[in-house]
Nanobody
Framework: QVQLVESGGGLVQAGGSLRLSCAASGRTFSNYAMGWFRQAPGKEREFVAAISWSGGRTSYADSVKGRFTISRDNAKNTVYLQMNSLKPEDTAVYYC????????????????WGQGTQVTVSS
């Protein structure tokens, strides 16, 4: 198993930035693709971004493309989500997840989840 702990959430004004971190422990972090998801009140959890095991390939939801950047540091067992130009509709609990696969060429299966970190964007 991999334990995942998110941090970096908070309250920010529209147009501002936040950087989320997800620290992993347990199984070899660098073997797996990682993803970020979010869930707003009353809505289903939705995909935000994913990154392959090496960081060489990334993918994004259309709603965040050009504003959010996913990255990873395998030496630190950490994946990041840099969020710029935040909008009130980005308000949600953000979760990181570990994939069963190393690559993201096809939609990964996510098997471990963190507890989430709250992001609130005020207008």
């Amino acid at each position: 198993q991999v334990q995942l702990v998110e941090s970096g959430g908070g309250l920010v004004q529209a147009g501002g930035s936040l950087r989320l971190s997800c620290a992993a422990s347990g199984r070899t972090f660098s073997n797996y693709a990682m993803g970020w998801f979010r869930q707003a009140p009353g809505k289903e959890r939705e995909f935000v971004a994913a990154i392959s095991w090496s960081g060489g390939r990334t993918s994004y939801a259309d709603s965040v493309k050009g504003r959010f950047t996913i990255s990873r540091d395998n030496a630190k067992n950490t994946v990041y989500l840099q969020m710029n130009s935040l909008k009130p509709e980005d308000t949600a609990v953000y979760y990181c997840a570990r994939a069963r696969e190393a690559h993201i060429a096809t939609t990964p299966s996510y098997v471990n989840w963190g507890q989430g970190t709250q992001v609130t964007v005020s207008s």
